[in-house]
């Protein structure tokens, strides 16, 4: 459906109510696991109480679809600032008046069905918000993140395993090159076509690259226990000084959710503790970890354009593609997208998904870390609030690229952008490592 005429209006509106539907259903399975009790506590201070979520997702949808796109005045205007994320940081949300659950429940139910009424009359054109169906896309992605969000809590939380999903396929068994070349030349980075985009992946421009070597596939677990093998986490040398410091302070030894136990290493998944898969791409680790480890491999992390070339430019025709096998929407075949699985996929699955280059699993699995930080792209404009990207902008950030398991279609494409502290390792991410090819020539 992501690939759907979007401007035919009927078709338009059936792949919006698609979309805002699976995000829902989704959202209920996640609130849905766990009794009220566990819907009020919160997990881990890094994040919201997942009835917090809950009721933002309604009240976000509620704010751009009923009161912006649709007019309507607002249901509930005492709430708005316990759910605005910018009022109250995670750490304290748990001591606000928050809705109890049975009234967020409630509240996100009464507001979808107005928006779908809303949906089936709106003519979805002649405002910017409603062009393409703007604003009802960026509310299903905007719920399918906080459905990730929740799923990173879930991975928090204490407890017995309250989800379930199947084991993502295996890689097919032939023998994988360790790396793939990306000859020097431009490419066109980011969009100007992409209707549902945000206003951090536009617009598109032109950007040189110099000739590199990327990873063929995230780096695994294999390797990277033999970066702790070798006293990856005790030689300075491998760390910036804040990494260092970091790494110090936090007493970090191995990612996060790993323990090692008779000399093996273990991780707590969603609930159940198992040994390291060690053909898994490694998960859970920190810009910081990242940046150390491919020093150590005298490597580097790649610049957030080596990235984005390496998954979209086709050198053949010298466009870049939505998606590293091409412009259709992703399918069971080419990514480990939307929670379909609970874990990524061994390094070198999904061979339909691979790039022009020959690069494999660069959107699914694990959110990769890259060198750059989160800037704006040249001509950026702000775009329909401040706060979705420009107040982010800085060196203080990282950027990830790619998408995990946990991330919607939807929410994920080759232009997307996703930024966070380099400290973080709550979050679904991994990396995979790159160095200089010089005198490759252009492509």
């Not at 979808?112 to 949906?119: A, E, I, Q, S, T």
């Not at 617009?203 to 596939?217: E, I, Y």
């Not at 998944?269 to 198992?274: A, K, L, S």
Request: glycine fraction near 8%; charge should be negative; include cysteine.
């Amino acid at each position: 459906m992501l690939n759907a005429d979007r401007t035919d209006p009927a078709v338009l509106r059936e792949l919006i109510a698609t979309e805002l539907l699976a995000a829902r259903e989704r959202t209920g399975l996640l609130t849905g696991a766990v009794d009220d009790a566990e819907l009020i506590a919160q997990h881990s201070p890094l994040m919201s109480p997942l009835v917090w979520d809950l009721a933002h997702i309604g009240n976000q949808e509620e704010l751009w679809l009923l009161r912006n796109v649709g007019g309507r005045d607002p249901m509930h205007p005492e709430i708005d600032p316990l759910y605005d994320a910018f009022e109250h940081p995670r750490s304290e949300r748990p001591r606000l008046p928050l809705l109890p659950p049975d009234e967020a429940r409630a509240y996100a139910y009464e507001v979808r069905g107005r928006v779908l009424d809303l949906l089936a009359a709106s003519p979805l054109e002649g405002a910017p918000l409603l062009d393409a169906g703007f604003a009802f896309g960026m509310i299903a992605q905007h719920e399918q993140q906080h459905d990730e969000t929740m799923l990173i809590t879930h991975q928090l939380r204490q407890g017995p395993a309250v989800l379930d999903a199947p084991p993502p396929p295996a890689a097919d068994g032939a023998a994988l090159r360790p790396e793939v070349l990306v000859p020097a030349g431009p490419f066109t980075m980011g969009t100007d076509t992409e209707p549902w985009s945000l206003d951090n992946e536009r617009p598109a421009h032109q950007v040189h690259v110099p000739a590199f070597w990327l990873d063929t596939a995230p780096v695994s677990n294999a390797a990277y226990q033999a970066f702790i093998a070798d006293g990856g986490y005790r030689e300075p040398r491998w760390w910036t000084p804040a990494g260092w410091e970091h790494r110090t302070a936090a007493d970090l030894t191995a990612p996060l959710f790993w323990t090692s136990e008779g000399g093996q290493w273990l991780r707590r998944r969603f609930g159940h503790v198992e040994p390291v898969p060690p053909n898994e791409p490694v998960l859970h680790v920190s810009w910081y970890e990242a940046d150390a480890y491919a020093r150590w491999a005298g490597r580097r992390l790649p610049t957030e354009a080596e990235w984005e070339k390496a998954a979209r430019h086709d050198p053949a025709t010298g466009r870049s593609r939505r998606f590293p096998w091409g412009d259709e929407p992703p399918g069971p075949e080419h990514a480990n997208l939307g929670q379909r699985h609970l874990r990524p996929a061994p390094v070198g699955a999904y061979p339909q998904g691979e790039s022009p280059y020959g690069a494999r699993q660069l959107i699914g699995d694990v959110w990769e870390w890259t060198a750059s930080d989160f800037t704006a792209y040249p001509g950026f404009r702000a775009w329909p609030y401040r706060e979705y990207s420009e107040v982010f902008f800085g060196p203080e950030y990282k950027v990830l690229r790619g998408g995990s398991f946990a991330v919607a279609p939807v929410a994920c494409r080759g232009t997307f952008r996703n930024w966070d502290y380099p400290i973080r390792r709550q979050i679904f991410s991994g990396f995979r490592t790159a160095r200089d090819a010089e005198g490759a020539g252009e492509a």
